[in-house]
């Protein structure tokens, strides 16, 4: 333990953030001993979702914030392979929820895939903590320690476990509620911000130890965040009021079948993970079939409806472009930021925590904006907004490589950039995200609606490949990240990016005609509220408003 006279930035962020934890810990304690079923006007049940999903995501985006660091510098994988198997971890965690989400629909319910999800999370959070062999300086012999095959484990049991979890567990917080009730968008926002204060913490604590104590100790960490988490969702149970149960009953012998599903699942990972031109392939693969499929769909509808599929197609496939250039927060970005940012004693890790503190911050002034700017008759349409969000993730990369440059290339990049390339991808998010999904669950037909969703994560996934391929290009041939070639890849991602960007908005009127929202109609004339069958709440997916729908 330092003297207090001794800490350094990165050391007082922590301790801010483990008096937050506490506090929030402290608030889920008194809800916890109330006898009454509601708190704060909503039921108990919200808040056991809360704290379950806060510390899947501590879990989760601690272990994210570390994870391209791990692999570089203790496995000793170069910049670029390790890019590459970040990106293909994550598109991974990506895809995985459509296996969770049908096993769950159809057989096992929300409920028992979230608990199996949580399950797995804790073994795979922990097995991170494994570390093999240390002070072994060459890639060869330490990449053929026999604990690494511990580490892709790790790394797979998280992935499946994400896909029970990530996609059943808001799916809960809907049923807690009649379609009528007034209160699914306050409580979706609460949900939300569990989500985000969960992934701000884990991020900053996790990473924190990490990097200044050692790598087992943030993982662990994690592992034992995602225990916490699985014991509140367990005890909680109860106040679940029978809800994210079977569809009908379940066979004991079914369900452990089911289960043995999600375990060899783990073992198809575990391949997969090793072999990332291989996850490529089968992106590429299994894109054209499901735009072949989609396409087929389409033009057996009426003119209406399929053209609400084109502009559907129009804005799914946007999303690897954006997600590409975001999610080097992860990859890249956070080599970068070790190694040519002047970070004032800040681990590297910590700055993944401002991403979440921002949409925390500007998600509700968002939400107010659009309804706003609805009431004024003058809210952009869905690909216009698509075109702004474009505009500002590649104005961000622009941003940075310009106060990069101006101080010299022998001179670290001062941290101000590092905020203002958060910041510009934040609100292009906030931009694009919750757009999207509002957007899919609109515009698609009855009969498409799961597989419209599952087409937009899954293009969500292609982005977090994408982006593993660009930072695998900052490495050059070598595979050893340098600061000019990383600038020059960085600027002319922007520059691409504000290119598309420009022909998304001259073609928005074209698509806004294309999902004739005058002709819409309510699925269900008695509910009140639209946008309630989106699911997969996390930080990529902020400001989650469901919108009145008119009478």
Same mark, same amino acid.
């Given at each position: 333990?330092?003297?207090?006279?001794?800490?350094?930035?990165?050391?007082?962020?922590?301790?801010?953030?483990?008096?937050?934890?506490?506090?929030?810990?402290?608030?889920?304690?008194?809800?916890?001993?109330?006898?009454?079923?509601?708190?704060?006007?909503?039921?108990?049940?919200?808040?056991?979702?809360?704290?379950?999903?806060?510390?899947?995501?501590?879990?989760?985006?601690?272990?994210? /914030?570390? @994870?391209?660091?791990? *692999?570089?510098?203790?496995?000793?994988? +170069?910049? %670029?392979? &390790?890019?590459?198997?970040?990106? $293909?971890?994550?598109?991974?965690?990506?895809?995985?929820?459509?296996?969770?989400?049908?096993?769950?629909?159809?057989?096992?319910?929300?409920?028992?895939?979230?608990?199996?999800?949580?399950?797995?999370?804790?073994?795979?959070?922990?097995?991170?903590?494994?570390?093999?062999?240390?002070?072994?300086?060459?890639?060869?012999?330490?990449?053929?320690?026999?604990?690494?095959?511990?580490?892709?484990?790790?790394?797979?049991?998280?992935?499946?476990?994400?896909?029970?979890?990530?996609?059943?567990?808001?799916?809960?917080?809907?049923?807690?509620?009649?379609?009528?009730?007034?209160?699914?968008?306050?409580?979706?926002?609460?949900?939300?911000?569990?989500?985000?204060?969960? /992934?701000? @913490?884990?991020?900053? *604590?996790?990473?924190?130890?990490?990097? +200044?104590? %050692?790598? &087992?100790?943030?993982?662990?960490? $994690?592992?034992?965040?995602?225990?916490?988490?699985?014991?509140?969702?367990?005890?909680?149970?109860?106040?679940?009021?029978?809800?994210?149960?079977?569809?009908?009953?379940?066979?004991?012998?079914?369900?452990?079948m089911l289960y043995g599903i999600g375990l060899a699942s783990v073992v198809v990972i575990w391949l997969l993970v090793q072999y990332q031109d291989v996850i490529q392939t089968l992106l590429i693969i299994s894109g054209l079939a499901m735009l072949a499929y989609t396409l087929y769909e389409a033009f057996k509808l009426p003119k209406d409806a399929r053209e609400r599929i084109f502009a559907i197609l129009f804005l799914i496939a946007l999303n690897p472009?954006?997600?590409?250039?975001?999610?080097?927060?992860g990859g890249s970005l956070s080599l970068y930021t070790d190694k040519y940012v002047d970070r004032g004693g800040v681990p590297t890790s910590l700055f993944q925590s401002i991403n979440p503190i921002y949409i925390v911050l500007f998600a509700p002034m968002f939400a107010a904006l659009w309804q706003y700017l609805g009431r004024k008759g003058i809210e952009p349409s869905a690909p216009a907004k698509f075109g702004y969000a474009l505009i500002q993730v590649?104005?961000?990369?622009?941003?940075?490589?310009?106060?990069?440059?101006?101080?010299?290339?022998?001179?670290?990049?001062?941290?101000?950039?590092?905020?203002?390339?958060?910041?510009?991808?934040?609100?292009?998010?906030?931009?694009?995200?919750?757009?999207?999904?509002?957007?899919?669950?609109?515009?698609?037909?009855?009969?498409?609606?799961?597989?419209?969703?599952?087409?937009?994560?899954?293009?969500?996934?292609?982005?977090?490949?994408?982006?593993?391929?660009?930072?695998?290009?900052?490495?050059?041939?070598?595979?050893?990240?340098?600061?000019?070639?990383?600038?020059?890849?960085?600027?002319?991602?922007?520059?691409?990016?504000?290119?598309?960007?420009?022909?998304?908005?001259?073609?928005?009127?074209?698509?806004?005609?294309?999902?004739?929202?005058?002709?819409?109609?309510?699925?269900?004339?008695?509910?009140?509220?639209?946008?309630?069958?989106?699911?997969?709440?996390?930080?990529?997916?902020?400001?989650?408003?469901?919108?009145?729908?008119?009478?």
């Amino acid at each position: 333990m330092k003297d207090m006279g001794s800490w350094n930035e990165g050391d007082w962020i922590a301790a801010i953030a483990a008096i937050a934890l506490f506090a929030v810990l402290a608030i889920g304690g008194i809800i916890s001993t109330r006898k009454s079923e509601e708190f704060a006007g909503h039921p108990r049940g919200l808040f056991v979702l809360f704290y379950a999903e806060m510390w899947e995501r501590f879990s989760y985006y601690g272990m994210r /914030a570390l @994870l391209v660091l791990y *692999l570089a510098k203790f496995w000793l994988f +170069t910049d %670029g392979k &390790s890019n590459l198997i970040y990106g $293909a971890y994550t598109a991974l965690v990506y895809i995985t929820p459509v296996l969770g989400g049908y096993l769950a629909d159809r057989y096992l319910g929300q409920r028992k895939a979230v608990f199996y999800g949580g399950v797995l999370l804790a073994i795979g959070h922990l097995f991170m903590a494994v570390e093999g062999m240390h002070g072994v300086t060459d890639p060869a012999t330490k990449q053929a320690d026999p604990a690494i095959n511990v580490f892709w484990l790790a790394l797979s049991l998280i992935i499946v476990g994400s896909g029970f979890l990530k996609a059943n567990i808001s799916v809960i917080v809907g049923q807690l509620y009649r379609m009528t009730d007034p209160r699914r968008d306050a409580a979706y926002t609460i949900f939300y911000m569990g989500v985000n204060t969960g /992934a701000a @913490l884990g991020t900053i *604590l996790v990473g924190y130890l990490g990097e +200044t104590i %050692g790598w &087992s100790w943030g993982f662990g960490l $994690a592992g034992i965040g995602m225990a916490l988490g699985l014991v509140i969702f367990t005890l909680g149970k109860p106040a679940l009021r029978g809800n994210g149960e079977p569809p009908v009953p379940l066979a004991r012998s079914r369900e452990w079948m089911l289960y043995g599903i999600g375990l060899a699942s783990v073992v198809v990972i575990w391949l997969l993970v090793q072999y990332q031109d291989v996850i490529q392939t089968l992106l590429i693969i299994s894109g054209l079939a499901m735009l072949a499929y989609t396409l087929y769909e389409a033009f057996k509808l009426p003119k209406d409806a399929r053209e609400r599929i084109f502009a559907i197609l129009f804005l799914i496939a946007l999303n690897p472009v954006f997600w590409g250039l975001f999610e080097q927060a992860g990859g890249s970005l956070s080599l970068y930021t070790d190694k040519y940012v002047d970070r004032g004693g800040v681990p590297t890790s910590l700055f993944q925590s401002i991403n979440p503190i921002y949409i925390v911050l500007f998600a509700p002034m968002f939400a107010a904006l659009w309804q706003y700017l609805g009431r004024k008759g003058i809210e952009p349409s869905a690909p216009a907004k698509f075109g702004y969000a474009l505009i500002q993730v590649g104005l961000s990369f622009l941003v940075f490589v310009w106060g990069a440059n101006a101080v010299g290339p022998a001179v670290m990049t001062p941290v101000i950039f590092v905020f203002l390339i958060y910041l510009l991808q934040t609100t292009g998010e906030l931009c694009l995200s919750p757009v999207g999904l509002s957007a899919m669950t609109r515009l698609s037909p009855v009969h498409l609606g799961s597989f419209i969703m599952g087409a937009w994560f899954y293009m969500t996934a292609v982005g977090n490949f994408v982006a593993g391929k660009i930072g695998e290009a900052t490495g050059g041939e070598s595979g050893e990240m340098s600061k000019e070639l990383t600038l020059a890849i960085y600027s002319k991602i922007g520059w691409i990016t504000i290119a598309i960007a420009v022909v998304v908005l001259a073609l928005s009127p074209i698509v806004k005609r294309w999902m004739h929202v005058d002709t819409l109609e309510d699925r269900h004339p008695e509910d009140d509220l639209g946008g309630q069958a989106q699911a997969g709440i996390d930080n990529q997916e902020a400001g989650f408003h469901p919108a009145v729908k008119p009478h």
